[in-house]
């Protein structure tokens, strides 16, 4: 999950005091349980004033550049929750402005973070219906392919999904099955279920295949393989088919999945998280978080 790569992008948005008591807090707490683990430590203050002309600049050239091949070939759910939340292409997003109109819509935000986060930490994150954001933004230099993330493959990439009420869901019950499991084959096939629907998800809409996982929306090279390349095998989406089916992260996708709608997805994912939860003695979290939905 590109969220948890370890690399981390230099800039002084976060060179604090504040950052790095946040990297220590995250690091830290890979050996703590689900129920030790204090997201809020985590987080750190997006410096606003500190992103550079080159930062909005890349940050536009990047928006701009995508949204040519999103305008007709993005999810409609991506595009609306792009619009929900208000994301323009002259200046990076100030998360607070985002959040205000994400948790209008769904109860979701999105908080700044230093760096790597341990598995367990971000799945606490999503079972609190919050997201934890990059917000470094990449090198001009690298703005094709970035193998670590940065605000455009969180921000514009993922968190306009989070406007959807459908896939808001999805995205909580994950992170709880993700969060409480002790079975490592669980682990592993949550693990699958996130690359290939979150970072590299394909759905049909408007008789058209279109184009909603992060690593696709974020990536112009990504993004044009996907629907165009003869080399990728694309697969109708099917839970268990996916949860067996391994990834690399090194090269374009030779296989995706394609969902039929945002529905498939979160009542395939119900269903995986009652057996998860369940084996985990957890099953209260999933009730509880489908009384909090209605």
């Known amino acids: 999950m590109g969220e948890m790569s370890k690399k981390i992008i230099y800039s002084a948005v976060i060179d604090s005091d504040e950052a790095k008591r946040a990297q220590a807090a995250a690091d830290a707490s890979a050996n703590l349980n689900a129920d ?18 080159e930062n909005h600049e890349v940050w536009g050239i990047i928006f701009k550049k995508r949204m040519e091949q999103l305008a007709e070939f993005g999810s409609n759910i991506f595009l609306n929750g792009a619009k929900v939340i208000n994301l323009r292409a002259d200046r990076v997003p100030p998360l607070k402005d985002v959040n205000r109109r994400l948790q209008e819509c769904t ?55 989070h406007a959807d009420p459908v ?29 290939f629907t979150v970072e590299f998800g394909l759905i049909h809409e408007d008789n058209k295949l279109k184009l909603y996982g992060s690593g696709l929306i974020s990536s112009e090279g990504e993004g044009h393989h996907a629907l165009e390349s003869k080399d990728v095998d694309r697969r109708p989406f099917e839970l268990e088919r996916v949860c067996n089916t391994a990834f690399e992260i090194d090269h374009y996708q030779p296989i995706l999945y394609v969902l039929e709608s945002f529905e498939q997805l979160r009542d395939a994912m119900v269903t995986y998280a009652e057996r998860v939860l369940d084996e985990a003695g957890r099953l209260d979290e999933l009730e509880s978080l489908t009384k909090s939905a209605r």
């Open 167 to 195: 896939f808001a869901e999805f995205l909580q019950t994950y992170g709880k099955a993700a969060l409480y499991t002790h079975n490592p084959e669980h682990t592993e096939r949550l693990a699958r279920l996130f690359w």
């Open 107 to 161: 109860g979701w935000s999105s908080h700044g973070v230093p760096g790597y986060l341990p598995a367990k930490s971000f799945f606490a994150f999503l079972a609190q219906r919050q997201f934890p954001t990059t917000v470094t933004v990449r090198p001009k230099a690298q703005m094709d392919y970035l193998p670590e993330p940065d605000i455009i493959h969180d921000v514009f990439g993922h968190v306009p999904l």
């Open 36 to 53: 030790q683990i204090d997201i809020d430590s985590m987080k750190i203050t997006q410096q606003y004033d500190k992103y550079t002309d």
